[in-house]
């Protein structure tokens, strides 16, 4: 069994063993383990990873890739935020010390016993993606502890890149795009609740 792989201009590429009856039952499980407010957020945390990635990284490694270390992020890393962005930064947190480990040794595929995630990506894909889930971890420290709203759905924005199916930011309306407030609004210090995108 196997899942597609696709590269960076959404063209289907060879398929990489794995078992993905087995890796949507671990979705499920981890995410009734993991819950913010009655909800599941394993999900939306790996949908929100992924739209990182795709934000950051060229091409590889892929978008299975980095499900898989955000499963491991949640199953070893043990995650517990108390918000949507708290969890996307500690999984962001992990990936960044794990990314190099897991360019030497392989990543293991949770779902075949002994197996490890196949990946076309080369010794400089890995060097770059470190790079830059590097940078993108740093940044979302930053919109996490940043005091401003506006300064903070700024940063979430730059982290997560353009979402033409995302939902306007609350804050849309009273800041304006370059992170500033609009004049005569009322402020809400701290840092957004949920990443913009």
């Avoid at 196997?2 to 590429?13: F, H, K, L, T, Y």
């Avoid at 009734?32 to 934000?55: C, D, E, F, S, W």
Wanted: with cysteine; glycine share 8%.
């Amino acid at each position: 069994m196997g899942n597609p792989q696709e590269d960076r201009s959404g063209q289907q590429a060879n398929w990489i063993e794995t078992n993905p009856t087995r890796l949507t039952e671990l979705s499920t499980e981890t995410n009734k383990k993991h819950t913010l407010n009655g909800k599941g957020i394993y999900v939306p945390v790996v949908k929100l990873v992924r739209q990182v990635r795709r934000a950051w990284v060229r091409d590889q490694p892929g978008g299975l890739f980095f499900e898989i270390l955000t499963y491991w992020a949640f199953n070893d890393g043990k995650a517990k935020e108390a918000n949507h962005a708290g969890y996307l930064v500690a999984v962001l947190d992990y990936l960044e010390k794990e990314l190099p480990v897991v360019a030497e040794g392989g990543l293991r595929d949770p779902t075949l016993e002994g197996k490890f995630i196949e990946t076309r990506a080369t010794e400089w894909d890995f060097n770059d993606a470190i790079k830059k889930m590097t940078k993108a971890a740093r940044l979302a420290r930053t919109a996490l502890a940043e005091e401003d709203d506006c300064q903070a759905a700024l940063a979430w924005q730059q982290l997560l890149g353009e979402n033409k199916k995302a939902r306007p930011s609350s804050d849309a309306e009273y800041c304006n795009t370059d992170g500033t407030r609009r004049g005569n609004s009322a402020t809400t210090k701290g840092a957004c609740d949920r990443p913009a995108g």
